[in-house]
């Protein structure tokens, strides 16, 4: 089931989510599902775009919280809580797919295979998946980064610390992957315009 959209109230852990912390920290079930609450929906969108896929971002959500929850007395407030917490949430969604990648080594959608360039764009119903395969080519360090970056709207120096690497590393992990899609994405465009 997809998560709802984050209520907020003037009491909200995205606010101050110090006060929430120690209350979940103290084993309120209160707090930690105002935690829940407000974090699950930004939680998931990142997950479902590191994986392109519901049932595989909503595991990966729920596994981001068990850990988050579990290892939450390790948070030192020395980025933001939803930093922490996008942190895990690439952590657990790659270990994720790494685990799919193994399952499925040898498959091969067929279907995918019989696009043809005669489809317009305005009747491309594969346009999105185009765009995940595209995405999904990508080595896992710089897929990480294009989704936090392009897709999420993060800094390098908020990449760099959820994925605990320098803001030079992210900088050029984003180059480096635009480089790779750049040819990918030219021969969809070419198909378009055909």
Request: a positive charge; aromatic letters at 8%; zero cysteines.
């Amino acid at each position: 089931m997809k998560p709802a959209a984050p209520k907020r109230a003037k009491d909200s852990p995205e606010q101050d989510p110090s006060s929430h912390i120690a209350r979940a920290l103290a084993g309120d079930p209160k707090a930690q599902r105002s935690l829940y609450d407000a974090y699950v929906h930004r939680t998931y969108r990142l997950a479902l775009r590191l994986t392109g896929d519901e049932e595989l971002a909503e595991e990966a959500t729920q596994q981001a919280f068990i850990r988050a929850f579990r290892w939450l007395d390790t948070f030192r407030g020395e980025s933001t809580f939803a930093t922490w917490l996008h942190r895990i949430t690439v952590n657990v969604t790659m270990s994720e797919l790494r685990g799919l990648q193994r399952r499925r080594h040898h498959e091969v959608d067929l279907d995918a295979a019989e696009i043809t360039s005669s489809v317009s764009r305005e009747r491309d119903p594969f346009l999105r998946q185009r765009m995940d395969e595209a995405l999904a080519s990508l080595p896992e360090i710089y897929r990480g980064v294009v989704v936090m970056h392009d897709l999420e709207g993060f800094t390098h120096h908020q990449i760099g610390l959820a994925l605990e690497i320098p803001t030079g590393t992210s900088k050029a992990r984003l180059f480096r992957a635009r480089t790779r899609l750049r040819p990918l994405l030219e021969r969809y465009a070419l198909d378009y315009a055909s």
